[in-house]
């Protein structure tokens, strides 16, 4: 499926382990830009609104790399921007439970890979930049995406391919440490 920014609707068909790809306007955001979000206000207008976990390296006027940071380090940070109506996050690694709940019927999580970074700058034109005193990696970059690859990661049902995966993981780690149906001794 192709999305476009602003989002709307559209993503309430989405379920956790579709492939999509995205393009429109992105909004870059890591720590300080979400800390200073949440003290001044979010610098712009974040209706049906995408942030990408990320700190692109520019040079020239051009991205040269962009992969996803680690999302987590957001999670207590998230659900104010959800509050304001931003529709997805973009970004590695999956987000906690409270996060998950405040994207419940009105967000999404898309995942890009990390290590990744060369492919998702050859997606992006750089529009501009806000907040640029808190420097490459954490001012908001404003870009456009050409069709970026992503799979949703959780869905507005609460659907959560990262859970998923520890629930597994944890399972497997089990069966190892039990010899469980393994033909070692």
């Known amino acids: 499926m192709e999305l476009h920014t602003p989002l709307g609707r559209e993503i309430l068909d989405l379920r956790a382990g579709d492939l999509i790809t995205l393009s429109g306007t992105v909004y870059t955001a890591r720590d300080e830009a979400h800390i200073r979000m949440c003290a001044i206000g979010i610098p712009f207008n974040s209706e049906g609104a995408v942030v990408y976990h990320c700190g692109p390296v520019v040079k020239d006027e051009r991205i040269i790399a962009a992969g996803p940071t680690t999302s987590a380090r957001m999670n207590p940070l998230t659900p104010f921007l959800i509050e304001k109506g931003v529709r997805a996050i973009i970004g590695k690694g999956g987000m906690d439970g409270s996060v998950v709940e405040s994207l419940r019927g009105r967000a999404i999580y898309l995942a890009f890979s ?49 859970a998923q995966v520890r629930e597994m993981a944890e399972k497997n780690y089990h069966k190892i440490q039990s010899h469980e149906g393994l033909p070692c001794p």
């Open 114 to 162: 990390g290590g990744c970074a060369v492919l998702a700058a050859s997606r992006m034109a750089l529009k501009g930049i806000l907040w640029e005193d808190l420097g490459m990696a954490e001012a908001v970059w404003v870009i456009e995406l050409d069709r970026l690859p992503l799979v949703v990661g959780i869905d507005v049902h609460g659907n959560d391919l990262f």
